[in-house]
T-cell receptor
Framework: NAGVMQNPRHLVRRRGQEARLRCSPM?????VYWYRQLPEEGLKFMVY????????ESGMPKERFSAEFPKEGPSILRIQQVVRGDSAAYFC????????????FGAGTRLSVL | AQSVTQPDIHITVSEGASLELRCNYS??????LFWYVQSPGQGLQLLLK??????LVQGIKGFEAEFKRSQSSFNLRKPSVHWSDAAEYFC??????????????FGKGTKLSVKP
């Protein structure tokens, strides 16, 4: 039973390029959450998705960031025109949903913007 | 405002000594409570969780945590620390029934170092 799979593990982009981060949830999980971890900080919520729907994107920056979770395939976090401040570890978690919202995390994607 | 406070940024203990990591939360209602552990360069592993019932919960790797409603605390404990426990520990809270508030709120973490 594979866990939450994220790829790539490390991603290097130059300023102005696009970054695409992928997340495949655990089998049977239809809820996906994205979090960002800055150095010396805890994880900050970005977006919560269910299949084909964005449920809560209150933690997403208003510009350049988007997320999707299509009917088929992994969830994608997309960052357009990256800037140095986007350098961070991005974690995906999946959950089977209510009634007990237990979230299981992937190993993360570490994005470095040069 | 909803928040989680881990007052200790860094703790060093000797191998074999006992450990207690503190966590206090501010939340509108009684939340679900979690402790996760993160080794360097790795993802987060769930150590234990509290939903309801017995306020002392057991987790993996010999960890336990106690929920104290009156103190809004959920402290993590281990009676005898092993060198392999060196990692960063995160306390988190979440809404009881998920829904549109399904996200977890994390503390900033406590980094544990273990002396031989």
């Amino acid at each position: 039973n594979a866990g939450v799979m994220q790829n790539p593990r490390h991603l290097v982009r130059r300023r102005g390029q696009e970054a695409r981060l992928r997340c495949s949830p655990m089998k049977g999980h239809s809820h996906v959450y994205w979090y960002r971890q800055l150095p010396e900080e805890g994880l900050k919520f970005m977006v919560y998705l269910q299949k084909e729907n964005i449920i809560d994107e209150s933690g997403m920056p208003k510009e350049r960031f988007s997320a999707e979770f299509p009917k088929e395939g992994p969830s994608i976090l997309r960052i357009q025109q990256v800037v140095r401040g986007d350098s961070a570890a991005y974690f995906c978690a999946s959950s089977p949903g209510a009634p007990k919202n237990i979230q299981y995390f992937g190993a993360g994607t570490r994005l470095s913007v040069l | 405002a909803q928040s989680v406070t881990q007052p200790d940024i860094h703790i060093t203990v000797s191998e074999g000594a006992s450990l207690e990591l503190r966590c206090n939360y501010s939340y509108g209602a009684t939340p679900y409570l979690f402790w996760y552990v993160q080794s360097p360069g790795q993802g987060l592993q769930l150590l234990l969780k509290y939903f309801s019932g017995d306020t002392l919960v057991q987790g993996i790797k010999g960890f336990e945590a106690e929920f104290k409603r009156s103190q809004s605390s959920f402290n993590l404990r281990k009676p005898s620390v092993h060198w392999s426990d060196a990692a960063e520990y995160f306390c988190a809270v979440g809404a009881r029934y998920g829904g549109s508030q399904g996200n977890l709120i994390f503390g900033k973490g406590t980094k544990l170092s273990v002396k031989p």
